[in-house]
């Protein structure tokens, strides 16, 4: 919005020129998403506080002290981020970027996912929310509309093809896999945010981190020149997808002032369903969907991790880890919860520098 009313008085007023800069509006989305988020968070943790007062707000699958320390911290905290960043995105993108509306519209969708899931956790006997099945199907269905925009009503240049780390000018053609491999993309990168956010502030940090360099990729792929010197494929109108990075960034630096240990509010399968979506169809549209899977390896080992348990169990009736997700292994061989969270920070931006390191060992 703001964008286009500079354009309505740029001739009257030179200095609106740096409205059509990426860099400055996603400098003013990532510090606009932010103010919001200190604005909104008191009357939403309030609010989510008062109506989820007598509730219980922890999941029983996680060690006995979360139940103790953790009671009564209210969740679904991810409506704070939800609010900031798409009312920021909303603020300064070029709204008539399809890819804009794209990547707002499958967030959108997945945190309704993760908003009824919590609420029905938080108000049935069984507190379990909705079936596994039922999830999945809801996914499906939001990815395949996403999935339908992008082959037939973009000018999408690059669809059914899967570029490759470390090879340049080459692009790997799908085919009539690309749906298949578009769905594990999205709903992958969705559920693995989701199993990593069991601690304060654990999930948080990478998505910041994982964010920040989609943002910085998508800011390359999205202009001609950076995109020819390091070898990426020049994607028209990628470049914008950077202002909606900056603006998550931001809605989430703020929900970790809250959500830093002792957090104040939970992310909740609203916040963790939803930017993982965004994430994954950001890394399909700029065509850096591996580099994803090397950036935010976390989520990949947190995810494997209850794979691995499922079917250890399963097969041989034994437990690979003390606790699945792997954070809470840690917490049962007596880490402290300050000391997990921060050593998986340090994991996240090792893989994060060596998922940037491949835009240029090409």
């Known amino acids: 919005?703001?964008?286009?009313?500079?354009?309505?008085?740029?001739?009257?007023?030179?200095?609106?020129?740096?409205?059509?800069?990426l860099t400055f509006r996603s400098g003013g989305a990532l510090l606009t998403s932010l103010t919001f988020s200190f604005i909104f968070a008191p009357a939403i943790i309030n609010w989510l506080r008062n109506n989820q007062k007598y509730k219980k707000t922890i999941r029983e699958d996680v060690p006995n002290k979360h139940l103790i320390k953790k009671r009564g911290t209210?969740?679904?905290?991810?409506?704070?981020?939800?609010?900031?960043?798409?009312?920021?995105?909303?603020?300064?993108?070029?709204?008539?970027?399809?890819?804009?509306?794209?990547?707002?519209?499958?967030?959108?969708?997945?945190?309704?996912?993760?908003?009824?899931?919590?609420?029905?956790?938080?108000?049935?006997?069984?507190?379990?929310?909705l079936k596994v099945g039922t999830k999945l199907i809801f996914q499906f269905l939001i990815t395949s509309i996403t999935i339908f925009f992008l082959y037939n009503l973009f000018d999408y240049q690059y669809i059914d093809t899967l570029a490759v780390p470390f090879l340049k000018n080459y692009l790997f053609d799908l085919g009539v896999l690309f749906p298949i491999f578009a769905f594990l993309v999205i709903i992958g990168t969705s559920n693995s945010v989701?199993?990593?956010?069991?601690?304060?502030?654990?999930?948080?940090?990478?998505?910041?981190?994982?964010?920040?360099?989609?943002?910085?990729?998508?800011?390359?792929?999205g202009n001609k020149i950076f995109s020819e010197y390091l070898n990426l494929f020049f994607v028209i109108g990628a470049g914008e997808l950077a202002v909606l990075s900056a603006a998550l960034v931001g809605s989430c630096l703020?929900?970790?002032?809250?959500?830093?240990?002792?957090?104040?509010?939970?992310?909740?399968?609203?916040?963790?369903?939803?930017?993982?979506?965004?994430?994954?169809?950001?890394?399909?549209?700029?065509?850096?969907?591996?580099?994803?899977?090397?950036?935010?390896?976390?989520?990949?080992?947190?995810?494997c991790s209850v794979m691995l348990q499922v079917a250890s169990f399963k097969l041989t009736g034994k437990r690979l880890f003390l606790m699945s997700p792997l954070h809470h292994h840690f917490e049962k061989k007596?880490?402290?919860?300050?000391?997990?969270v921060i050593r998986f920070w340090i994991l996240a931006v090792i893989f994060a520098l060596i998922g940037l390191a491949t835009l240029k060992l090409r």
């Open 254 to 303: 703020g929900f970790l002032w809250y959500n830093a240990h002792p957090a104040k509010i939970f992310m909740g399968d609203t916040g963790s369903l939803s930017i993982g979506a965004a994430l994954g169809s950001i890394s399909i549209i700029i065509k850096h969907e591996l580099v994803l899977f090397i950036i935010g390896f976390l989520f990949v080992i947190e995810a």
């Open 1 to 21: 919005m703001l964008y286009y009313l500079s354009l309505l008085f740029i001739q009257d007023f030179s200095f609106l020129n740096v409205f059509k800069y």
């Open 194 to 221: 989701n199993l990593t956010d069991g601690l304060d502030g654990l999930a948080v940090v990478p998505v910041i981190i994982t964010a920040t360099c989609l943002g910085l990729i998508s800011y390359l792929v």
């Open 74 to 129: 209210p969740t679904m905290g991810g409506l704070l981020i939800l609010v900031s960043f798409i009312l920021s995105t909303l603020l300064w993108a070029d709204t008539k970027n399809y890819y804009i509306w794209l990547v707002l519209a499958i967030t959108f969708g997945f945190g309704a996912i993760g908003f009824i899931d919590d609420y029905f956790k938080l108000t049935s006997k069984d507190r379990k929310g």
């Open 334 to 340: 007596g880490w402290h919860e300050n000391t997990i």
